[in-house]
T-cell receptor, first 113, second 114 residues
């Protein structure tokens, strides 16, 4: 049973470019979460999605960040016009329900130059 | 006051000893509690979940929950050098129980010395 998959594992973008991070949940999981871990900081919740719906985006920055989980295909976290402060590890997690255990993918390390 | 607090450590224990990791949380209505292990440069790996007061054992790991004291702990018996990592406490609070939002502590760094 494949775990949570994320790609790319490493992404380098210049300031002002767009970053697209992809996440495929574990088989049988319909709940997807994105977290961000800044250098030397803790994991911070960004957004929670189910298929075609954003349930909670209380942790998303108001501008430049968006997320989707279409009916077909992976969940996408999109960062427009990246800045150096966006450099971080972005983790996706999935679960079978909102209260159950969340399993994390390997993460995408974003570096903005 | 932070929502989830952990001592950052490092906590250093000799090989074979019991490591005790502690976590307190501020929302008395919190319902779900998790311990994750994170090796440097890697993603968090779920170790234990606990939902009700008392102890829950899984192999060398025991999670303890005391909702009255708003306290959750993780005991690692027979600690091994491979247990050296950062341990993250995560809480699903009453206000986010319908959304699955986990609030993480800063993590405790554990060092197990051979």
């Amino acid at each position: 049973n494949a775990g949570v998959m994320q790609n790319p594992r490493h992404l380098v973008r210049r300031r002002g470019q767009e970053a697209r991070l992809r996440c495929s949940p574990m088989k049988g999981h319909s709940h997807v979460y994105w977290y961000r871990q800044l250098p030397e900081e803790g994991l911070k919740f960004m957004v929670y999605l189910q298929k075609e719906n954003i349930i909670d985006e209380s942790g998303m920055p108001k501008e430049r960040f968006s997320a989707e989980f279409p009916k077909e295909g992976p969940s996408i976290l999109r960062i427009q016009q990246v800045v150096r402060g966006d450099s971080a590890a972005y983790f996706c997690a999935s679960s079978t329900s909102a209260r159950n255990e969340q399993y994390f993918g390997p993460g995408t390390r974003l570096t903005v130059t | 006051q932070k929502e989830v607090e952990q001592n950052s450590g490092p906590l250093s224990v000799p090989e074979g000893a019991i490591a005790s990791l502690n976590c307190t949380y501020s929302d008395r209505g919190s319902q779900s509690f998790f311990w994750y292990r994170q090796y440097s440069g890697k993603s968090p790996e779920l170790i234990m979940s606990i939902y009700s007061n008392g102890d829950k054992e899984d192999g060398r790991f025991t999670a303890q929950l005391n909702k009255a004291s708003q306290y959750v702990s993780l005991l690692i018996r027979d600690s091994q050098p491979s247990d050296s990592a950062t341990y993250l406490c995560a809480v699903n609070s009453r206000f986010s129980s319908n959304t699955g939002k986990l609030i993480f502590g800063q993590g405790t760094t554990l060092q197990v010395k051979p």
